[in-house]
């Protein structure tokens, strides 16, 4: 006990003196506080660093608030397109003011301008705005790259509007590249139920309610897809995010490819209206994991589940039949199939595997076309 007393002594003597001594040294310095030298790295900011790339685009991605008729609304993002003021945003962002309503775009230095709807497309989840009067805007178009040539593990930096918050940036990597994915938010908070499907960019840059609309840049500040979905905490498809869905970032994004979204961007800008490829048969929406399999009888208004000449009856394929493959990609479902075939254009020719009767065999489908939204 004594030994124990006496080291307890002893420490506690040694706590008091070095105590002492730092206060003393405060009383005659006045400070301890030590100054940073700099960093040379930091301080240059290189122009492919996430602060060089979010520096540069940050001035040309825009907050979109839209209200409707009705009192809805609904706060997501957009970019400008080109120098003549198109904002690319997503379809569900400004639904809510496409019939009657306003649409305002923020940019970051404050200035607000007033928006009118140029083009949607309900099933790509793609619109144009563009402002009203936009004279004294600095419009500086963000670069596009090329969604195509993106590989997994590359990096990603994603800006908008989450919950509100604008100009957020944050920062991750493509995930996976052609996951298919299918949103009944289409309509956002316009009330719409209309589906939406694409073949998307995966991505675990943090992104939220808000986010809608906005770009998902690589490493060279080119944009590559437009932010317009998540997978939401407790299972479910892929969900649109616009004003009224509040689920968080989990570490699961999708994007458009820029690659679809400029075409659809530029024949809404030439014709108001979108273009789809189809293949004109009817096949099963729920996802079964086995293929897309074309309907017995037809839908429920009497049309037929292959429209005679189209597409799918020209290339010979019946009622019954189940599409496991489309060229080399694997269909495990209808809403995979659309996916897949809405990243091709009308005239393509795509080859699909198909089962009959236990029998696989393939055929060659030139697309057809649907214009506008159904």
Known sequence: MAAVLAAALIAGGVGGGVGFWAADQRDNSGSTTVASTGDAKTDSRAPDSVAGIANKALPSVVTIEAQGQGGDGSTGTGFVYDKQGHILTNNHVVASAAEGGKLTV????????EATVVGRAKGYDVAVIKLKNPSDAKLTPLPLGDSDKTAVGDATVAIGAPFGLSGTVTTGIVSAKNRPVSSSEGGGAGGSASASYMSALQTDASINPGNSGGPLLNGQGAVIGINSAIQPAGGGGGGGFGGQQQAGSIGLGFAIP???AKDVADQLIKTGKPVYPVIEATVNMKSTGDGATIANNGTTDGTPAITPGGPADKAGLKPGDTITKMDDTIIDSGPTLISEIWTHHPG????????RDGKQSTTQVTLGQRTGDS
């Open 106 to 113: 923020t940019f970051s230095n404050g200035k607000k301008y």
């Open 258 to 260: 820029i690659n679809q």
């Open 348 to 355: 393509d020719k795509v080859t699909l595997t198909y089962t």
